[in-house]
């Protein structure tokens, strides 16, 4: 079996199993963090997985401090937050709708689909005044991967990859003929833990070359994630890992 080289592996059954975990141990996490600095920070991903896992925290919701956690977006897509494909969207219909968390806790990404750079300087600008600085603490940044080896909106041969002076930045993505909204890789890099939880056959062959000896994030933008001081932790649905090459 194939491994990262970077950051801890736990394979589980199926993403079902992989959200129940992450819920579990997401509840320790923010009681940790709070009593240690009085609010726990999170970023949230988009897709199906982390969707799960928002709607066992909406069931375990007795569990967390609402009133001390608060919600970020690690991308978006460039419409509004009533439309389909809105990240926001699905989290707020998994999550937020169920669970009394103060709106001043909750940070959208603050759309304005003609104006792309706008939007993107604008978030950049709330998570510095939020974190008051350049460095992301994050609590957690959650994470998912694409069969394309994407994560965030941080697309192969995009210029978000080599956004380095950037917190948050707008990102041409041409398979999508669209903008993409997006941390950057060093914003990600700096946050206290990273958890990547991903499922699917369609992942293997991303997995074994993000996990491979050969290092060109410009086609596997998961390779750009490696926190600087904080713990990388991949977890891993069975299906998704690679062979051993």
């Given at each position: 079996?194939?491994?990262?080289?970077?950051?801890?592996?736990?394979?589980?059954d199926?993403?079902?199993?992989?959200s129940?975990?992450?819920?579990?141990?997401?509840?320790?996490?923010?009681?940790?963090?709070?009593?240690?600095r009085?609010?726990?920070?999170?970023?949230l991903?988009g897709?199906?997985?982390?969707?799960?896992?928002?709607?066992?925290?909406a069931?375990?919701?007795?569990?967390?401090?609402w009133?001390?956690?608060?919600?970020?977006?690690?991308?978006?897509?460039?419409?509004?937050?009533?439309?389909?494909?809105?990240?926001?969207?699905?989290?707020?219909?998994?999550?937020?709708?169920?669970?009394p968390?103060?709106?001043?806790?909750?940070?959208r990404?603050?759309?304005?689909p003609?104006?792309?750079?706008?939007?993107?300087?604008?978030?950049?600008?709330?998570?510095?005044?939020?974190?008051?600085?350049?460095?992301?603490d994050?609590?957690l940044?959650?994470?998912?991967?694409?069969d394309?080896?994407?994560?965030?909106s941080?697309?192969?041969?995009?210029?978000?990859?080599?956004a380095?002076?950037?917190?948050?930045?707008e990102?041409?993505?041409?398979?999508?003929?669209?903008?993409?909204?997006?941390?950057?890789?060093?914003?990600i890099?700096?946050?206290?833990?990273?958890?990547?939880?991903?499922?699917?056959?369609?992942?293997?062959?991303?997995?074994?070359?993000?996990?491979?000896?050969?290092?060109?994030?410009?086609?596997?933008p998961?390779?750009?994630?490696?926190?600087?001081t904080?713990?990388?932790?991949?977890m891993?649905?069975?299906?998704?890992?690679?062979e051993?090459?």
């Amino acid at each position: 079996m194939t491994k990262p080289t970077l950051g801890s592996l736990e394979v589980f059954d199926d993403i079902a199993s992989i959200s129940r975990q992450a819920c579990d141990d997401l509840i320790p996490l923010c009681c940790d963090a709070i009593t240690a600095r009085g609010v726990c920070r999170i970023a949230l991903a988009g897709g199906s997985t982390p969707k799960l896992l928002y709607r066992l925290m909406a069931e375990n919701q007795q569990a967390f401090d609402w009133s001390r956690i608060e919600l970020f977006w690690g991308d978006e897509r460039n419409v509004l937050p009533e439309h389909d494909d809105s990240n926001f969207r699905m989290v707020r219909e998994a999550m937020l709708d169920h669970v009394p968390i103060p709106e001043a806790n909750v940070f959208r990404v603050p759309i304005d689909p003609d104006d792309p750079a706008a939007t993107a300087s604008a978030y950049e600008a709330t998570l510095k005044s939020q974190f008051g600085g350049d460095s992301l603490d994050w609590d957690l940044v959650l994470l998912g991967m694409g069969d394309d080896a994407h994560t965030a909106s941080l697309f192969p041969q995009t210029t978000a990859i080599d956004a380095n002076d950037r917190l948050f930045v707008e990102n041409w993505v041409e398979k999508f003929d669209t903008f993409r909204q997006t941390l950057t890789a060093p914003a990600i890099n700096s946050a206290r833990n990273v958890w990547f939880l991903i499922g699917g056959a369609g992942k293997r062959e991303a997995l074994q070359h993000v996990w491979g000896d050969r290092q060109a994030p410009s086609e596997f933008p998961s390779q750009l994630i490696r926190p600087v001081t904080g713990n990388l932790r991949w977890m891993i649905a069975a299906d998704a890992i690679p062979e051993t090459a």
